[in-house]
């Protein structure tokens, strides 16, 4: 067995270039899931990562149509398995995403985000590493055992890789309630988060949950002059921000009651191991955020502040006029779109029920606001009393000659709830990126060397798993 | 005299339909004067009025380049004169502008912006009203009167239109300045304002004035993912939200240290007038706002608010994602565009310096703040006391057959400031729009009856300034 894994190594470095071109190929399909014309990329993403599954060996390879709020409209997953390992040897399910997030704004991008570019060692384009170079490490991982056991595997495998991580998983969440069973495994294996720092293997025992909302104001019925009718008619921007600013106010506390009813506070094993952590946060304020200051609970630490309390966020405030120069206009309404991330024990619906009834006890005069849940994710915390997670942390000592970190990530992963909650099943965060890839920003990359290091942890852990 | 006047009318009643026709080809030219893209369209619309102008008799047509901040970089002016009326008869200096305000949101026109089109006695267009329309029946009345007079005017004329009305007219302001000497007028007529109620004739005694200034926020060096740093990173549109509560609280009531100190109450004649003037509130606010409810300074009446008392508008947000669906990013910056509406004796630079040190006082944790003036007009009670406004009580008066009143516009002209500051000339605004024309927003239309009458009333005005 040892022999084989060696083989598959071999095979794997062998190949370097070659899954590099690979990758890159995936990379040019802007396969954007929440812009609605993207949705043929989105598909012929899902269409060519099902047939290089099928090329390397996988079997019952295919698209899966799913069905969102009952109509058959979303990205499809793709889906393969190899179960033929043998009777006693567990499953493990591979999971990634391969749609991506908008590139936008496109003028800070130094090489376009859908032409992949090759400096310093980096691989730069949107989805890099999140999370197309990272669920092409699994494809790749199991090309170089299929190769290296004459096509077959060490262990049972599962693959489903979704295209709507970046817009809430509501496919996913679907398929996982109604067909669960399809999906049986031992482990789940999800290569979706970075490294604590280079060089340091890290698994992500907790993430963040979210609610994506919009809130939409709504003042006259048409755009009006600011001069001829301002003084009399509700100006929506001016609503959103009052209202804003009673949302969270400047110690970064969130203002709706209730909200921090049900934050469950890390245990006090997490809290002693991160403090050993090389955590130095004035580099991290300057090499990371690169602002003046860092904002957030005073009271918290950092780490604390990113990984286990809740926040909220404002992305983006369409309406109005946004050209170069002046226009006195009154918009006729302006919609700010917010985000709360959340933490163990919150619930999603609970805290968007509590949000929108605030929301609503604080409309300014002279408006009138919708406020619309777009997508919503459990936070969640994995458990680490598990062989799987022996094997992990053995592969990637092999790799890397150094201990895991087990740590949070303040991202949000929705499949992973689904996963937990509805399948039992437990479930690896083991990604290979850096903290300063770039995700969901201009010049997202992917270190290549960790491209490369990820699917020699990766064929070490399978083979583990199935030893 | 009489006869000759009374020729004119005829002329202008018999090239109705041809008036209109050249008043649309002038409305197909998107004389956009904000948008730098559409700098060759302003400029083609003043050579297509400087054209007319030569053709109608008028003298001396040219284009005069302007400077701003020392760059000859503006849109250009257009003069024209006829000065040869005689000794001791007046001069009248007839002003408009010929640039356009930005047409979006384009999607809510009913038929496109620059595509002239009528309905139900209306010509809707961008800049049917304001202020092509208008400034067209200035030409139109002059060529009635040309043609009556067998290639003479019964009165000294100089004609002025700007290209930069629309971003606060620094060109004409600085041409003023520096050669207010080839302007020299007895009298200034404008018609850039409306008329209180369909049918009655209106002259504007005030205008307010106003900053146009842009906020922008930086807090991270780059856009960032809000799962990984939301709780430590510096949210810009948050910092701006919490910013703006700060300028304006819910009453109307702008928080801006010393902000109305220098706010001059309007005369009791003129809030004796004002009382009687036909004005339902509900109606106004079902009518011509459609909001749920007024909002501003509840000690004040609707009219008072609109055109006595300085307001604050926040016209549009750019930065972040404004896409349909969900990124969650911390933009590395967002900007506020906001202005300031001031009344009389409030002045723009002092009002400028006072919110720049206000909101340098209320940056939040973790950013920083750009405040850019871009650009300003002057507040102004014009003088009734002279025979020009009964020259245009009484032409109005033959045309409507009733009394004019006299109003206050909330809005800016930034020019008449120019004319009464610099050159102390008594200036008319005498405009025939109404208050449902949709300045500034989509549909956007001019009622060609009143068109028509406006002309009517010129002819008749010039015509007595010159008797």
Redesign the interface.
Known sequence: MAENTAAAIEFARGNQQRFVEELKALLRIPSIS???EHAPDVRRAAEFIAGELRRIGMENVRLVETVTDGHPDGHPLVYADWLHAGEGVPTVLCYGHYDV??A??LD?WTTPPFEPAERNGNLYARGAVDDKGQMWMHVKALESLFDAHQGKLPVNVRVLIEGEE???GEGIAWFVREHGGQLRADVVLISDTDMFAPDLPTLYVGL?G?I?TELEV??????????????????P??A???????L?N?D?RILIPGFYDKVAAPSSDELRTWKTLAFDEER?REN??????????PEYG?LE??WT???????????????????????AK?V??I?M?LVPDQVPAEIFAQYKAYVESIV?????VTVRL??SADPIVVSTDNPYVKAATSAMHEVFATETVFVR????IPVVGDFVRELNMPTLLMGFGLPDD??????EKFHLANFHRGIESIVRFLAKVGA
Chains 1, 2 share one sequence.
């Open positions: 929440t812009l609605p997030q908008p936008e704004p800070e970046e817009v809430g963040r979210m994506y709504r003042g006259a019925r048409t755009d009006l002059h600011s001069g001829m009718y301002g003084g009399a008619a509700p100006n921007f001016v959103l921000a009052q209202m804003i600013a009673k969270k400047e970064g991290y990371q955020i690169g602002s003046r200051e860092l904002i957030g609970e950092v502040r990113i309390r809740p926040t909220l966020d404002v992305h983006g405030m369409p309406g109005g006029f946004i050209g170069a120069g002046a226009k006195t206009v009154i918009p302006a700010a779109k985000s991330r300014p005069r002279g408006v009138e777009i997508h990530s303040g991202a949000s770039n995700l969901h920003a201009p010049n």
